[in-house]
């Protein structure tokens, strides 16, 4: 018989209680109870935390669990807040209640947040739990990971366990074909640099051909919206579900999340518009366009998930002018079935959820009835829009893996699935210290034994352009940079990495419309290494050093077979976030390396022979390619070890200054022509 299973995370912002106000020693009562009305209530039990001294954020991190539930019809589970007092009865903080029934509960935990206590002149206080109803059976594929998975996994469920089944989780999938990389047969590529029209007019078909499976529901995310022949695919894509659910009695829902970045919020309205302008208005879909930005943080993830079976993930973003013309940006992304597919939808759950927490409070309601082309001077920016106008709710679901049941029913066990980590981050939509996958990584580079390969597109932080500054108030990643150093050092781990060429711009795009390649050469990137060999280890000296550089430390920027420059002379630029560690583990994602605090997610493909794969497609030809030799010099890189290359202190700055970092933040971003965009002026403000 399944059971009812209540993790309570926090409650946050409880007031102060008594004739003095101290501050509360808080505890929680959940009882559950089947409301029958008028007669028959059945009381399922009592249970009650442990009480937290002096706190008006306590946090818990506690399980309680209802055994054989037999139903949650009717079902109510309350929330009492209450304050301890030796000398006194208790007193009642806040309370609230969940009608279990409502909730779409299933196995896999949902995370809640419910007002306990309305204050009127102050911040409301409220309740996080984690809620699942079901028997779920053991998941063994923890037991089937690498040393290096296990030291993400342990990582993860240590320090992570509230975000599991949001930001991570360890599941697995199938590889469908060889990874997508583009331009395709980049490595040694065109002999005379410059790959034939419709060199990738593939790639968007994919794309769209994977969007066109749905059945029932898609999530699709992106930094921006698609424009170009990646438009073209996902109308045919929406025409083609639009088709297939004539016959369907509930609509297909389709959610489409994209970043609203500094200055450049999307127009919401008019991608919706685009994207349907084929479809007939009494179509059985439901279609959401959101974007968010909080502070310095919106969404950069790369996903098409449908129907908890087909997921794409990587680098990719949805832009005719960077991939598919002239002088385009290399990139990595892979196709995957099965399980891990469910991940992507549960990722962007909360994004929307955040979309529609803005929208209902005061400022996010005054936001949503502005056009989106109107400036907002706000730390805060969300964007939803709905089809069809007036038919469709303003917010879409919650996705639940009950939900695609009925597409997993009709499909034939899955083979040749592999163990695979999903994890990902939110940016500043979660506390500072809530970035699974950044400290998952560092575990994951931490436990080489023997070499790690690294294809990105830069560790170092955006320049000013024209200069080799840093930003004011941009650092190079120390602990990221820290962890290989130690391996280096520690055990001899040979470091090899392929970066962008410094200023490529893709497709005769502006300088400040895209621009791959932060500004660093590899002699700053393996300077930066080496430095932290001599901090974290005083003992090593001068000689010891360059033997690091000449025997176990490589970087090159990104080269074809015929060089670093397109035919026109343009660098060429890379866009990869990817990382292999000892050959045995792969990350294909869309979270950078180098410093940018945004929401990201990628999967970690824990298999050997899937990796040699992998490696045999990819990395060996594109090192092969890219590593000449030439690009590190080890006099160079010791001359470079006192440079301080992170940005000046952001607190004073000057219009020019100001003016020249708005244009690079941009061309980081790399809108490019979109039509899809807004101008806005934007003050940045830190989560």
């Known amino acids: 018989m399944p059971n009812l299973t209540v993790e309570l995370v926090k409650v946050i912002n409880l007031r102060d209680d008594g004739p003095d106000l101290d501050i509360a020693d808080p505890y929680v009562k959940f009882d559950l109870e089947q409301n029958n009305r008028l007669w028959n209530d059945t009381n399922y039990g009592r249970m009650v935390s442990s009480i937290k001294k002096n706190e008006r954020n306590p946090v818990y991190n506690e399980t309680f669990v209802f055994r054989d539930i037999p139903t949650l019809k009717n079902m109510e589970l309350t929330c009492t807040v209450m304050d301890k007092d030796d000398d006194s009865r208790d007193d009642k903080l806040g309370k609230c209640k969940f009608k279990l029934d409502e909730l779409d509960l299933e196995p896999i935990p949902q995370v809640f947040r419910k007002k306990v206590d309305n204050r009127l002149f102050r911040k409301d206080s409220f309740i996080v739990l984690k809620i699942s109803y079901g028997e779920k059976a053991k998941d063994g594929d923890a037991n089937k990971l690498s040393y290096v998975g296990k030291a993400a996994y342990e990582c993860l469920r240590t320090y992570y366990g509230e975000y599991h089944h949001s930001l991570w989780n360890v599941t697995t999938g199938r590889i469908i074909g060889e990874l997508h990389q583009t331009p395709k047969n980049a490595f040694p590529g065109p002999g005379d640099g410059t790959h034939p029209d419709g060199h990738d007019d593939w790639f968007p078909e994919i794309m769209g051909d994977i969007l066109s499976r749905t059945q029932v529901w898609a999530d699709v995310m992106s930094l921006g919206p698609p424009d170009g022949r990646f438009m073209t695919a996902f109308?045919?894509?929406?025409?083609?579900?639009?088709?297939?659910?004539?016959?369907?009695?509930?609509?297909?829902?389709?959610?489409?999340?994209?970043?609203?970045?500094?200055?450049?919020?999307?127009?919401?309205?008019?991608?919706?518009?685009?994207?349907?302008?084929?479809?007939?208005?009494?179509?059985?879909?439901?279609?959401?366009?959101?974007?968010?930005?909080?502070?310095?943080?919106?969404?950069?993830?790369?996903?098409?998930?449908?129907?908890?079976?087909?997921?794409?993930?990587?680098?990719?973003?949805?832009w005719d002018g960077h991939y598919l013309k002239f002088d385009p940006v290399h990139d990595l992304s892979l196709e995957m079935e099965g399980d891990v597919a469910y991940d992507g939808h549960?990722?962007?759950?909360?994004?929307?959820?955040?979309?529609?927490?803005?929208?209902?409070?005061?400022?996010?309601?005054?936001?949503?009835?502005?056009?989106?082309?109107?400036?907002?001077?706000?730390?805060?920016?969300?964007?939803?829009?709905?089809?069809?106008?007036?038919?469709?709710?303003?917010?879409?679901?919650?996705?639940?893996i009950s939900r695609v049941q009925s597409v997993h029913k009709s499909v034939e066990q899955l083979t040749g699935a592999i163990p695979v980590i999903t994890m990902g981050r939110y940016g500043c939509?979660?506390?500072?210290?809530?970035?699974?996958?950044?400290?998952?990584?560092?575990?994951?580079?931490?436990?080489?034994?023997?070499?790690?390969?690294?294809?990105?597109?830069?560790?170092?932080?955006?320049?000013?352009?024209?200069?080799?500054?840093?930003?004011?108030?941009?650092?190079?990643?120390?602990?990221?940079?820290?962890?290989?150093?130690?391996?280096?050092?520690?055990?001899?781990?040979?470091?090899?990495?392929?970066?962008?060429?410094?200023?490529?711009?893709?497709?005769?795009?502006?300088?400040?419309?895209?621009?791959?390649?932060?500004?660093?050469?590899?002699?700053?990137?393996?300077?930066?290494?080496?430095?932290?060999?001599?901090?974290?280890?005083?003992?090593?000296?001068?000689?010891?050093l360059r033997a690091k550089i000449s025997n176990n430390l490589r970087v090159a920027f990104i080269r074809e077979g015929h060089g670093n420059k397109w035919a026109d002379g343009m660098n060429m630029g890379m866009h990869a976030k990817h990382f292999i560690v000892d050959d045995i583990t792969t990350y294909i994602g869309s979270q950078n390396l180098y410093v940018c605090d945004l929401a990201e997610w990628g999967v970690v493909i824990d298999d050997a022979g899937q990796t040699q794969k992998f490696m045999e497609e990819y990395w060996n030809p594109l090192w092969k390619c890219s590593y000449t030799g030439e690009d590190v010099d080890v006099d160079a890189v010791m001359d470079g070890l006192d440079i301080d290359r992170n940005g000046a202190d952001p607190n004073d700055l000057d219009d020019e200054t100001k003016k020249k970092m708005k244009q690079a933040e941009l061309a980081n971003a790399g809108v490019g022509k979109s039509g899809m965009y807004e101008i806005e002026e934007y003050e940045v403000e830190e989560c």
């Not at 999307?266 to 968010?292: Q, T, Y």
């Not at 549960?346 to 955040?354: G, I, K, R, V």
């Not at 711009?505 to 400040?512: D, K, Q, V």
Request: hydrophobic letters at 40%; charged letters at 20%.
């Open 429 to 544: 939509l979660t506390p500072p210290q809530d970035r699974p996958s950044d400290r998952a990584f560092l575990a994951m580079l931490g436990s080489a034994k023997k070499v790690i390969h690294l294809a990105l597109q830069d560790l170092g932080p955006v320049c000013i352009p024209g200069t080799k500054f840093a930003l004011p108030g941009c650092v190079w990643p120390d602990e990221y940079l820290s962890t290989l150093a130690k391996v280096i050092w520690k055990r001899g781990v040979d470091v090899e990495i392929v970066v962008s060429n410094p200023g490529s711009i893709p497709g005769g795009l502006s300088p400040t419309e895209a621009n791959y390649g932060n500004g660093w050469s590899c002699v700053d990137v393996a300077a930066e290494i080496i430095k932290r060999i001599r901090s974290q280890f005083p003992e090593a000296n001068g000689n010891d």
């Open 235 to 318: 109308q045919k894509a929406l025409n083609k579900i639009a088709k297939n659910a004539k016959s369907k009695d509930e609509p297909v829902i389709i959610r489409m999340m994209f970043g609203n970045i500094v200055g450049m919020p999307v127009n919401c309205n008019a991608v919706s518009r685009e994207l349907v302008k084929k479809l007939s208005p009494d179509a059985n879909i439901r279609l959401w366009v959101g974007a968010w930005r909080r502070g310095v943080s919106w969404n950069h993830a790369k996903i098409i998930a449908v129907d908890g079976k087909h997921l794409h993930v990587g680098g990719h973003n949805q």
């Open 346 to 400: 549960l990722f962007a759950n909360y994004q929307w959820e955040y979309t529609q927490s803005r929208h209902e409070s005061f400022w996010g309601t005054l936001g949503s009835r502005m056009p989106d082309s109107m400036p907002q001077v706000a730390k805060v920016r969300v964007i939803v829009s709905e089809w069809p106008r007036k038919i469709a709710k303003e917010h879409p679901p919650k996705f639940t």
